[in-house]
């Protein structure tokens, strides 16, 4: 098992927070897909990787489209939506687009009723207006001869990627039925719907949400903040909540963890006889692997991850400059604020030497081989979670291979880096009117195969 590490990356191509009184965006959505193209050539892993042979296909591709819909923008909203649908092509969720402060999807026009995820690759409404002809519960089975997956993934994939992920799905369904003005995704004029009453067709009546829309509905609340957490269980069962695995272990969250690690490892003999033990990871944003290997380590054993039964990985280190200037960075940052271990310090400095090493070598590319297997242990099958669905997809596979129940998922990609563009273009965005934004590309630096 390959230790990685994902921290975010903003792009250092940022706007002065002025906006000029007129801008040419056509211009502006050229130059940046070029930005976008060249940062992604240059440094993403998925342009070396023998098992994805359409990586780079999909990034000239993406690249020719942008170019051609440069041809007819002449607002930010054009601007936004190219690069947004451009980055989502890669279905990458360490690859991405986005920008600080307002942006064009502030503004909604509705249909008069808001729709959700069934958690069966459907949609069901959860609000409506008595002026849409819905009624709450109804579930959507088709809209203008496409399902509601193939809806979702018309709208919202285009802009997020990964909508075959049900917590993708989970996050993201509930504006599906909005029209955030992207103009790069056809209108929806009919829907056929499955209601108690039986089946209904309904011509949709598009009007303005109000700027306060997402607050009015609630499309964003937040749970209410859990705190990491052992505690055992009547049936002698223990349960180990974990909202967080935050990568700085001095910050808050952070001594949190290692509270809650050290427990572990005192009540380990305890866990380990248990009927179970349940991973509670709702709402976990993702941060440091660390803290799972340990954990997992102190109940199973350092050979835990080897045990554990899955094929070999290997990982593929894009050896350009701006990684490994960027890797040298965050090590002197980190350090100089105390906020790394002795095992991410180390993960740092083997990580630099083997991207120096690749390239006194002419190489492009570091790749790590898997190393030797170890006989497989039961033991190793017991980890399980409670409920995946609010973790960061990408980052439930740990738990979900220790507990022997796999799913196909692209490779891992993780970004310790922030994109530079060597002829120190700017990547331009905004602010334009109300909006404010910068404009940030997140681009990975390595996968794991």
Known sequence: MAFWLSLAAVAGLVLPQ????ARDWAATLRT???????AIADSHPGMVNPGDPHFARTNDAQYALALERAGQADSFADYFYAIQHYVAAFDDGHLGFGVSGSTPDSDVRWPGFVAQDDGARGLVVTAAEPWSGVPVGARILECDGRTAFEVGDDRMGARFGRWDLAAQ??????MVMLDTGDPYVSPLRQCVFDTPDGRRTIDLDWRDGGRDFYTRHNLFSMPPARSVDLRRLDDESWWVTLPTFDGNP???RGRA???VVQR???EADAMREAPRIVFDLRGNGGGSSGWSREIAEILWGEGAFARAPEAPMTVVWRASEDNLRSLRDSLATRDANGALTADMRNWYRNTIAGLEAARARGEDRWVIEPGPREPSDPRAARLASAARQGLR?????????LSRRRRPVDPLRCNPRRTRDRRRHRLHGGPQGPYAQRPRLHVPAHEIL
């Not at 799905?169 to 509930?174: D, E, G, H, M, Y």
């Open 257 to 259: 963890l290692r509270a």
């Open 250 to 252: 001095e910050g808050e």
């Open 18 to 21: 002025q906006e000029p009184p």
């Open 264 to 266: 572990i490892e005192v």
């Open 393 to 401: 997809p990408d980052r439930r596979d740990l738990h979900v291979r």
């Open 32 to 38: 940046d897909a070029t930005a976008v193209h060249d």
């Open 169 to 174: 799905r989970a996050q993201l369904a509930n």
